[in-house]
């Protein structure tokens, strides 16, 4: 918004208007004190043409200013679901998971649960256990 006419009415620029700053109808009924802010400002209306017509505009709103954002600090890893980590000394990998730990590899895949329940599935399984030891499968060779 670059003015207020004669008639009270406003008027605006924009980029590609051949003519210069021209009369603009508005949607919303501003009071002579909301345009000489606006006009002082220099504020940027969304505008909208009447048939397309750029010497028709149609001002449909006020934008805006931007504000700027103040930036917060990244939440704590223990706050967001707890620590990831993998300790990794070239022949020992440990990782920990709170409910559950799932490897995945091709075709195979260990599910380590909470509970102490190991969970292996793969086209050939080898296991150990110093408990019980349940092998499901289409052939079962034991030692």
């Known amino acids: 918004m670059v003015a207020v006419a004669a008639d009270g009415s406003p008027e605006v620029d924009f980029p590609g208007n051949p003519g210069g700053p021209c009369a603009a109808r508005s949607t919303h009924a501003f009071d002579a004190a909301s345009l000489a802010c606006a006009v002082a400002e220099r504020r940027e209306v969304l505008l909208v043409f009447a048939e397309g017509r750029p010497d028709a505009p149609i001002i449909i709103g006020l934008l805006q200013p931007p504000t700027p954002l103040e930036l917060q600090p990244a939440p704590d890893s223990d706050l967001v679901g707890g620590p990831t980590e993998a300790r990794i000394d070239g022949r020992r990998v440990e990782l920990e998971g709170a409910d559950e730990v799932i490897l995945r590899c ?16 793969g086209a050939y399984v080898e296991t150990r256990s110093s408990g019980v030891n349940r092998v499901k499968g289409g052939s079962v060779e034991i030692n």
């Not at 091709?106 to 380590?112: D, E, M, N, Q, Y």
């Open 106 to 121: 091709g075709k195979a895949s260990i599910t380590l649960r909470r509970n102490g329940r190991v969970v292996i599935r």
